[in-house]
Every structure is written in C-alpha cells, then in structure tokens.
C-alpha cells in the first residue's frame, strides 16, 4: 500500500545476496517458474477476510468470481453462464456453470455460492471489505442445483460490480469448515492455479491446476495455466526489489519507484506496464472527531497546505497524476473538481489563524497554550519511514503544524483506525464501483472499514444510500458527484494522488495480462530463460 524509500543497502550483488538467502531453493532457475517480488506481505490470502490489496495481487488467478470485469469495464460470465436482475433491484439470479470443481475436487454448485456469500455476513466471522461490498444481503436461495438467487433488503445497484471483485471470490466450503485458520494461508478455490505454500515474511507459491479445461475470460485459450508455478516473494525495500528483478532473482515486480523508472524503461531487457487504479487514490482520512480536525477550517486549511505537486515530482513521478477527489479520475472524471484546495499556503495560514491558531515562538502554532500538533498513522513495512508521510509533515510544518508520524506494524495501525485513536492514516481502497466512497464514509462503518475519518453525517448518508439504490447510470453518476463535492467541502479528507499500478517484468516474460483492479492474471504468462 505504500512506497518504499530508495535506499540502496551496499553493492548491488551483495543486496541481491541477502534476498536469495530466503528464496524457495532453485526457484528462479526452474524452468516454468515466475519470480515476482511484492512490496509487502499479505495480512490473509482469505478473500473474505482481506481488507488489503496485497491478498488480490496473489489470489487474483487461484480463486474465481461469478463475473469478471476487464481493462474495459465490461462484465464478462466467469464462474456463471448467465445472470438476471429483477425489476426491483433487490436480487439477481446466476446460472452457474456446470464442469466447475474446487481444488480440493469438491463441485462449484449454488449451495456452495450461498456458503460463501452467507460466511462474508456470519456474525461469527471478522470480514475484510467484503462485508460492506453486500451490504443489505437478505439471503440466497438455491432455486436448483446451478442456480441462485441472491436478494438484498433493498435495491443493490454495485452488487453486479462488486460480483466480479476479488473481495466475492469463491472458496471452497468443504476446505472453510476443515481448514480452520489455514485458510488465511491456503484459500481453495477453482482458478487455475492453487496455493502451494506460505511462509511467513518470505513467500508465497501458487502451483499449475492440471484439472483446469475451461476457458479463462482473460484468455483466447481453454487449458491449464502455460506457467508451473509462480514465487510471490516479499520484499518491502523498493532498491532490493529492484536489484533483484536487474540481475534476473525475481523476473518481475511490483512497486517500482519512481526513480528506478527511467533506468527500467530504457532498458531493452526489461518492460514495464503502467494502469490506473479504480477506487479511491491515495488519501489521508482526516479524523473529524478528533481535535484540532474537528475543526473544519483546520481540515480545509491543512487541504491547502499539502503541496501535492511535490508528490509527483519526487516520490511519484512517473507513476501517479495529481488526486482531486475522494475517487479516481478513472471512476469519476469531473472538471469542476479539479480546482478544489488547489495548494495556497498562504490561504492555509489564513485559515488557520481564523481557527484561533496563532504562530509560536518555534514555529508551531499555538491556541490556549496547546500546541498545533497532528498524530499522523502509517504503517512501518520494514522498508524506512513512509515517503508519503515526511511530505505532509514537511509541508505542515511550513504553516505551522507539527505532525508526529506514528509508524508501527500492520494489527496496531488498524485498531487505531477503529478506534479512532489518531488524526488518520494514508491509505488507498480499490474498488471497481464508486460505491467504494460508502465504506470510506458511511456512519455504519465508524470504527469498521474503511470510515477512519470517523465521519457521521446525515446528508451524507442519504447520499450513499441513494447512490447503492440508483441504477440508472446518469443519474447515479450524479448522485456521486453531490457526494464527492460534499466530502470536498467538509475536507473529510486529504486527496493525494491517483497513482498508477506499475509493474515491471523482465522482457522474456510475456502473457500477463491485468484485471480491472490492475491485479494480474498470470494463466496465459510465459517465462522462457535469456
């Protein structure tokens, strides 16, 4: 979810060396093995209970959805033939196909979609997104042994969007009630590849499915995966991911900073692929009930000290645009936005002292001898301090806030987000719906994913509710324009940049194609040696 500082850790080789000694042994010299090096470690492989989009990037080729959703933003059947909305728009009804088994040789039927879909709300169980992407579930109803229908207690209108997200993927039921807490390691499901392995803080390895005859929606083939394996290697330090993808470790990778770029590129043995997310970019949720951002002259004003232009020449350049709004430019592209806390520090420090915040003898603002400080939450990857972090620090201090970067492992960071313990933290949801903006916002999901702004507005509310019923797309397009102006003006949050999924692989490797969500799908991949 973030990126790492550059720093490169002595010689090239001797970086390289310190990586292989945790690599699978032989793994980058078998042939029909794909090395990729990931930024991060996954908090589950279990599609349900991830709220990161870490899990997606490894699973997105091993579990299957009931639709699938292309670079075009077209749904395409997957794992059901056919499906049906009522008039209504409180259910939809699949035909599922009939020649699908999980991996554990268990059939794909309705029963098992029902278990699923009834799992994500099972009050029992700790969901990740999953949870908000049903919102309203009712039940589904096995109508035959290929066909469900799945019903919501109000109209639905993202259910077919979010169908087709990896948060909806489909496990295998006999593996959930067997597996116990292997299934955050080891998820079953019908793709065509399967979970191997998983070693904690090194790597995870997905395997070939030779049972696997259909034809993937990505693909022009039917057929198991071309690839036998593929080695998902931890590695938060952006140099040593680099190193290692440059001297043939890893033949591919996954965050590639911005000042490798140029090298990459120009390089005729390496390619790079560059995609725009869908969702909401790169944002700092402003925790509204905290003091002094329980003000919204200190939000507005801390929106116009932010100098997102020092993102994209430093940390970002080459791999993100300038962020505008709580939702990408790729889901909602609105002119009238674009020149919403445009930045003006002289307008920050406006405000500021309009707050009641006067400037201190060291350069911090003061206000009845409390000082203007801001307790920033970040994750600490093992990789260095958070880039993205020390830039909002540096460019508050410059109007007289002082911001305390609070970095610390992944649990902690998240249970103060529930609990709305500091100012917020830096974050990314992907989402292929601007219904996304409903768990960043909603009053129901204070102290749950994702509303760390911890946000309870009535009008608000209304708005994203309105937006889950609509199902003309004009009319709910504007519907999100109306909330995205309202989360504008109330400075809810801090839009930092709409950052590109960039992905570099060595040239001999050839076939991967991406999934909306810029997730690849690795069945048709090829790696040959060179």
């Known amino acids: 979810m973030r990126l790492s500082h550059m720093r490169w850790v002595g010689a090239v080789a001797a970086v390289v060396g310190l990586v292989l000694a945790g690599f699978p042994a032989g793994a980058a010299d078998t042939p029909g093995t794909l090395v990729i090096g990931l930024d991060q470690e996954p908090p589950t492989l279990d599609p349900h209970a991830s709220p990161s989009a870490v899990t997606y990037q490894i699973i997105a080729s091993v579990t299957e959805n009931l639709l699938y959703k292309g670079r075009d933003g077209k749904l395409q059947p997957w794992l059901a033939e056919s499906w049906s909305a009522s008039k209504d728009g409180r259910s939809v009804t699949f035909k599922l196909r009939r020649d699908v088994k999980f991996h554990d040789g268990t059939p794909f039927n309705a029963d098992a979609v029902k278990f699923n879909f009834d799992r994500i709300v099972d009050p029992k169980f700790k969901p990740g997104s999953s949870r908000a992407q049903i919102a309203g579930y009712a039940g589904s109803k096995v109508l035959d042994e290929f066909t469900v229908q799945v019903s ?10 979010y169908a087709a997200a990896g948060t909806l993927s489909l496990v295998s039921p006999k593996a959930v009630r067997e597996s116990g807490d292997q299934v955050h390691t080891r998820p079953v499901g019908t793709g065509p590849f399967m979970m191997k392995d998983y070693v904690a803080k090194d790597h995870a390895t997905i395997v070939k499915n030779p049972a696997y005859n259909r034809k993937a929606p990505w693909s022009e083939r039917s ?17 040593t991911r680099v190193a290692t993808l440059e001297s043939g470790e890893t033949q591919g990778i996954y965050l590639v900073p911005a000042q490798s770029l140029p090298r990459l590129e120009s390089s005729k043995d ?11 970019p790169r944002i700092w949720l402003l925790n509204t009930t905290k003091p002094p951002l329980d003000d919204v002259k200190v939000r507005r004003a801390i929106n116009f000290a932010v100098d997102k232009e020092a993102f994209l020449a430093t940390v970002y350049k080459g791999t993100g645009l300038k962020a505008f709004a709580p939702l990408t430019a790729v889901m909602l592209d609105e002119p009238s936005l674009r020149q919403a806390f445009a930045f003006d520090a002289a307008k920050a420090r406006d405000l500021l002292g309009e707050a009641g915040w006067a400037p201190g003898a060291d350069g911090i603002r003061t206000k009845g001898g409390q000082r203007l400080e801001i307790i920033l939450n970040a994750i600490e990857y093992g990789g260095g301090a958070d880039p993205t972090a020390q830039l909002i620090q540096a460019s508050l201090r410059d109007v007289g806030v002082d911001v305390k970067i609070k970095a610390q492992a992944r649990p902690p960071w998240y249970e103060d987000n529930y609990r709305c313990a500091t100012h917020g933290p830096v974050m990314f949801l992907r989402a292929t719906d601007p219904d996304g903006l409903y768990a960043l916002f909603h009053s129901s999901l204070v102290g749950q994913n994702f509303n760390w702004s911890c946000v309870k507005n009535g009008k608000l509310d209304q708005l994203l509710e309105q937006g889950r019923r609509e199902s003309d797309p004009v009319k709910r397009r504007a519907v999100y324009l109306q909330i995205e102006k309202l989360a504008l003006d109330e400075a ?12 570099a692989f060595r040239a001999n490797v050839q076939g991967v194609k991406y999934n909306f969500n810029a997730y690849p799908v690795l069945s048709d991949a090829t790696t040959t040696r060179r």
Do not use: C, S
């Open 152 to 161: 919501f207690e109000t109209p639905y209108a993202p259910f077919l969007t």
């Open 223 to 239: 057929g198991p995966a071309l690839l036998e394996a593929i080695v998902w290697k931890f590695i938060p330090e952006a140099g």
């Open 270 to 280: 390496m390619r790079v692929d560059r995609m725009p997310w869908p969702g909401v």
């Open 492 to 503: 809810l949050t801090v839009p930092l940049v709409d950052e590109l999924a960039v992905w």
